[in-house]
C-alpha cells in the first residue's frame, strides 16, 4: 500500500513564493509510483490540501490529515520545504513532533538555531568554523555607524537576521547607505546582521546523511554581475550557476569535509546546504540552509546531477530514513 506524502509549503514569510515553486519540483522528484503525494500549505490563517483539481481542502490541525471524498486521509510523512517561518525555525518541527509524524528536516533544536544566523554563526565558530567579522543590532538599537564601520570597514552587508532568498539585504558601499540598509533589513526583521565584505568566491555546497551512509554534493559556484546573489540573481537568471565549481581538487575536498563536519556538529537531517566565501584560499561560512531550494533549477537537484545520483532515489532515502526510523 503506498503512503501518503505531504509536501508542506507557504509560510508567513516574503519567500512564500519561493517555497511554493520548490513544492513543485519536490512534487516532480519524489516516485509516484511509491508514494501518493498531497502539496499542503501553510500559512496563517489557511492550512489546506491543493487537490489536483486546484482546489484546496482544510486541514484538520489535530492530526494535518483531511478529507478527500468520503474519506480521511492521514499522512505517513511530511516533506517540509517552507523557507523562513514556521517550516525552517523549529515550529512546524515541533507541531510533527507533538502529533508523531516523521519529517524531513532537522529537528526542532537544529532548525531554531540555523535559522538564527547571529546564533548559528557563534555557535560554529566555538569548534573553529571561520566566519565573516560581524556586528548584531535588534530594532530601536542606536545605530553608531562610524564605530560600525571602523570595525568592519566598507563594503558591508546588511541583512535580516532571520530571513533568506535575499530579501531585505543590501550591500553598503558608504556610510551614508547605512542608515536606508538597515530601514530596509528591518522591513524583513527585528534583528538584523552587518557582516564584513569578504572578497572571494562563493560557493555553495549541499549535504545529507541517512543510515550507514554520507552524501555530500560536488560544489557549485555562484557567478553574477550583480553586486551580490541578490534575489535577481537566485530567481530572475542574473547568475551563472557552476557545477561542479572551478577551482582546486584540494580546496573543493576542503570544503565538502567542512560541511560535512558542519552537518555532525550540528547534529542535522535531511538535506542541508551551507554557503561559503573562499577568500585568500579559506572557506568562510555565510549560512546554513536546512529546508533549501528545490526547484528543477536549484542548487541541490543541480548538484544531485552533477554527482551522477537519481534524485528519485535520493527522495527515497530521504523519506524511508524516518518512516522506517
Known amino acids: ?177 547605512l542608515q536606508d540598509a538597515l530601514a530596509k533589513a528591518f522591513q524583513e526583521d527585528n534583528e538584523v546582521l552587518i557582516e564584513r565584505f569578504l572578497n572571494g568566491t562563493e560557493v555553495t555546497c549541499g549535504c545529507y546523511k541517512v543510515k550507514g551512509k554520507s552524501v555530500v554534493f560536488p560544489l557549485t559556484e555562484v557567478v553574477t554581475e550583480n553586486e551580490f546573489f541578490d534575489f535577481d540573481a537566485k530567481y530572475n537568471g542574473q547568475v551563472s550557476e557552476i557545477t561542479p565549481a572551478r577551482i582546486a581538487t584540494e580546496l573543493t575536498e576542503k570544503v565538502q569535509l567542512l560541511t560535512s563536519e558542519i552537518y555532525d556538529l550540528l547534529g542535522a537531517k535531511g538535506i542541508i546546504r551551507v554557503d561559503y566565501i573562499i577568500e585568500d584560499g579559506e572557506p568562510y561560512m555565510l549560512e546554513v540552509n536546512t529546508t533549501p531550494g528545490m526547484t528543477a533549477t536549484s542548487f541541490i537537484p543541480q548538484q544531485v546531477r552533477a554527482a551522477g545520483l537519481d534524485i528519485k532515489e535520493v527522495m527515497n532515502e530521504i523519506i524511508e530514513n524516518e518512516i522506517n526510523n
Open 1 to 177: 500500500m503506498k503512503k501518503n506524502i505531504a509536501i508542506v509549503s507557504g509560510g508567513d514569510s516574503s519567500e512564500i513564493v519561493v517555497s511554493l515553486k520548490s513544492a513543485e519540483g519536490i512534487y516532480s522528484f519524489i516516485d509516484k509510483n511509491k508514494y501518493n503525494l498531497y502539496i499542503a500549505i501553510v500559512k496563517k490563517g489557511e492550512w489546506c490540501v491543493r487537490q489536483e483539481n486546484g482546489e484546496t481542502t482544510p486541514i484538520d490541525k489535530n492530526d494535518f490529515s483531511f478529507r478527500k471524498g468520503n474519506e480521511i486521509v492521514h499522512f505517513d510523512f511530511a516533506y517540509i520545504t517552507i523557507h523562513g517561518t514556521p517550516g525552517e525555525n523549529g515550529l512546524l518541527q515541533g507541531y510533527f513532533e507533538m502529533i508523531g509524524l516523521p519529517y524531513s528536516s532537522c529537528n526542532v533544536l537544529v532548525s531554531a538555531l540555523t535559522f538564527d544566523k547571529h546564533v548559528c554563526k557563534n555557535y560554529l565558530k566555538g569548534f573553529g568554523i571561520k566566519v565573516a567579522d560581524s556586528v548584531y543590532l535588534h530594532k530601536g538599537e542606536v545605530i553608531k555607524a562610524e564605530e560600525i564601520v571602523k570595525k568592519l570597514g566598507l563594503p558591508v552587508f546588511v541583512k535580516p537576521n532571520a530571513d533568506g532568498s535575499s530579501f531585505g539585504v543590501t550591500k553598503v558601499k558608504e556610510i551614508a547607505q
